[in-house]
C-alpha cells in the first residue's frame, strides 16, 4: 500500500513563482496536515484539514494556501515563493482526530526558493 | 513560544550503550506523547507514544519514561545500535486539538549517532 505520497520529490523556485505541493492518501483517513521542517526548528504545522471541504490554519500559514475537495487529496499552495520558504515539506495523514492517533508522513517535498 | 522543549540537539552514543532523549513541556492540557524516528531523505514514523495516566511505557528496547508533575518525559533506548541513528523527535497534543494529523506540536528534535 502507497499511504501518504507526495510530488515532487525536489524543486526549485525563483522568488515570486508559484506551485502546488501535491500529496495524497489511500488510507481513507479524515485528518490531513502540512508540516514544513527546517534545520534545528522540528516540524511546524501550516495548515490541516478535518475532512473534505474544511480546512484551517495552524502555526505558520502566511504565504500558503489548502484546498480539499476529495478525501484522497490535500495540495499546499505556493501564491508567491520567498526565499523563507525554503523548506522540506511534509503531508501527513491521520484516521482520526486527538490524541492516541498515530500521523503517517509521506517522504516529503525538499523546496529551494532562489 | 516553545511548547515543547527537547535536549540534547545531538547525541553520540556507544553501540551497546543507553541513549537518553528529554523533553519538557509547557500546556499542561497536552494529554498524548508521541516519539517520532526519521530517517535521511525519510518522513517521520512513529516509535512510540505514552499518555499521561503511566509513569512508563517499553515497547522492546525503547521506553518512554513519564513525570507528569514536572511536565517531563524522556526517551531511553537500551542496548542502542547504530541501525538507531537517527533524528528523534518529542511531540505533544491534546486529545481534541489533534493528536494525529491535524495538530502535533514538535520538539526540535535529536540527531543521534550510534557509533559501532
Known amino acids: 500500500n502507497a499511504g501518504v505520497t507526495q510530488t515532487p520529490k525536489f524543486q526549485v523556485l525563483k522568488t515570486g513563482q508559484s506551485m502546488t505541493l501535491q500529496c495524497a492518501q489511500d488510507?481513507?483517513?479524515?485528518?490531513m496536515s502540512w508540516y514544513r521542517q527546517d534545520p534545528g526548528m522540528g516540524l511546524r504545522l501550516i495548515h490541516y484539514?478535518?475532512?473534505?471541504?474544511?480546512?484551517d490554519q495552524g502555526e505558520v500559514p502566511n504565504g500558503y494556501n489548502v484546498s480539499r475537495s476529495t478525501t484522497e487529496d490535500f495540495p499546499l499552495r505556493l501564491l508567491s515563493a520567498a526565499p523563507s520558504q525554503t523548506s522540506v515539506y511534509f503531508c501527513?495523514?491521520?484516521?482520526?482526530?486527538?490524541?492516541?492517533?498515530?500521523?503517517?508522513f509521506g517522504q516529503g517535498t525538499r523546496l529551494t526558493v532562489v | 513560544q516553545q511548547q515543547v522543549k527537547q535536549s540534547p540537539q545531538s547525541l553520540i552514543v556507544q553501540k551497546g550503550g543507553i541513549s537518553i532523549i528529554n523533553c519538557a513541556y509547557e500546556?499542561?492540557?497536552?494529554?498524548?506523547f508521541p516519539w517520532y524516528q526519521q530517517f535521511p531523505g525519510k518522513g517521520p514514523a512513529l516509535l512510540i507514544a505514552?499518555?499521561?495516566?503511566?509513569s512508563e511505557k517499553k515497547e522492546g528496547r525503547f521506553t518512554i519514561s513519564f513525570n507528569k508533575s514536572a511536565k517531563q518525559f524522556s526517551l531511553h533506548i537500551m542496548d542502542s545500535q547504530p541501525g538507531d541513528s537517527a533524528t528523534y523527535f518529542c511531540?505533544?497534543?491534546?486529545?481534541?486539538?489533534?493528536?494525529?494529523?491535524?495538530?502535533?506540536?514538535f520538539g526540535k528534535g535529536t540527531h543521534l549517532i550510534i557509533q559501532p
Open positions: 501527513a495523514s491521520s484516521a482520526y482526530q486527538g490524541g492516541g492517533t498515530e500521523a503517517f
Open positions: 488510507m481513507n483517513h479524515e485528518y
Open positions: 484539514s478535518v475532512g473534505a471541504g474544511i480546512t
Open positions: 500546556n499542561t492540557a497536552f494529554d498524548y
Open positions: 505514552i499518555r499521561p495516566d503511566v
Open positions: 511531540a505533544a497534543s491534546t486529545m481534541y486539538s489533534g493528536g494525529g494529523a491535524d495538530g502535533l506540536t
